[in-house]
């Protein structure tokens, strides 16, 4: 069974970027071939990550790593320090592909396709990454699509952490994943046979601007149901101050204060925080979140003022493979010390 580990006293974080091409979303999802010059500008923004010291994980997808302009600047990112190279995946522009100009919403979700087609997604994923000197430890699926499958066949070949979980969520799309029963902490799965390594699953960092955020949860979610539906208590919570969904998110204006989120987290005692981004969401116009050169400044600021709130709250910048191997050998001190967890 999974096994929850108890929080230690210093949060991890982690800045992760879903590193891929850019294109109109509402265009659906496309597998003609892909654009990606928004990897361009992924120097400068690691520039200003390191000018507060933030470990960053750019979880990259086949179509950066099949332009070789994009790849040489993956590469030269994947030499600084305190920076990761993890996997990321689009199932609808990843060979083999499929022979229309586009896939339906179901199969933009790896875990709904066949094994055999996703396992050959995941290899030429993997192919691709090899060809450029690159061996990943870590994975996000797009559109935080995972399964036990997918973990499976990725810590066969070295995968030691999955940051798909988007906690607490659900979304209507045709075949979405349903996390609402998961919370932000950690989950290691167990490794299947002797010999073989555990994964941990770390989420990204998405609850309530109250906590205990299982406790809000459950009220968020009985407001949005029946007769408290009708009444927009949701709505009504929030521009109340009385608490809404938050998420350690730097882009997405849905989210409007991801530094004031931070003490909340803190607070929560979480082991590991994420804050989030596309990196398409750098050019103006390559993502929904940020059309215009104007929303690119909010982004930029908005990752400066999360990157000093994470400072002040003592946060320790790592990135998603090295929280993995810490929280593993945590959890070996508590075994060898014949200590139960929940």
């Not at 750019?58 to 320090?81: E, G, K, M, W």
């Not at 075949?175 to 699953?201: I, M, S, Y």
């Not at 090295?322 to 967890?341: C, D, I, M, W, Y």
């Amino acid at each position: 069974m999974p096994t929850p580990l108890p929080p230690p006293p210093v949060t991890r974080f982690c800045v992760t970027v879903d590193t891929e091409e850019e294109w109109d979303w509402a265009s659906g999802y496309p597998t003609t071939p892909p654009r990606v010059t928004n990897i361009a500008r992924l120097p400068a923004f690691q520039a200003l990550c390191e000018r507060h010291a933030a470990a960053v994980t750019y979880f990259v997808n086949h179509a950066v790593l099949s332009d070789p302009t994009a790849t040489t600047v993956i590469q030269q990112l994947a030499a600084r320090p305190s920076v990761e190279i993890g996997l990321h995946i689009h199932p609808w522009n990843t060979p083999p592909l499929a022979t229309t100009p586009s896939v339906p919403t179901r199969d933009s979700f790896l875990h709904n396709l066949s094994w055999p087609v996703a396992k050959a997604k995941l290899d030429s994923t993997l192919a691709a990454f090899a060809a450029a000197g690159l061996t990943p430890t870590s994975f996000r699926g797009g559109r935080y699509s995972t399964s036990p499958e997918i973990q499976d066949h990725l810590r066969n070949r070295g995968v030691l952490a999955d940051a798909s979980v988007l906690p607490f969520t659900t979304w209507e799309d045709d075949g979405a994943p349903d996390f609402r029963d998961r919370d932000p902490v950690p989950v290691r799965r167990p490794p299947r046979h002797e010999g073989d390594t555990p994964l941990w699953e770390l989420p990204l960092t998405f609850g309530y601007t109250r906590r205990p955020f299982a406790k809000w949860h459950g009220v968020i979610t009985a407001a949005g149901r029946g007769l408290w539906k009708r009444l927009r208590a949701v709505g009504l919570m929030d521009r109340l101050g009385v608490a809404r969904k938050a998420w350690l998110n730097l882009e997405n204006p849905a989210y409007p204060d991801p530094a004031g989120f931070v003490p909340v987290v803190a607070a929560e005692g979480l082991p590991f925080a994420c804050f989030t981004l596309h990196s398409s969401s750098l050019l103006p116009g390559g993502s929904p979140y940020c059309p215009t050169p104007a929303d690119v400044d909010r982004l930029l600021k908005r990752t400066e003022e999360c990157l000093t709130a994470a400072t002040a709250a003592g946060w320790r910048p790592v990135t998603v493979t090295q929280t993995a191997k810490e929280l593993e050998a945590e959890f070996a001190r508590h075994a060898a010390r014949g200590v139960a967890h929940p």
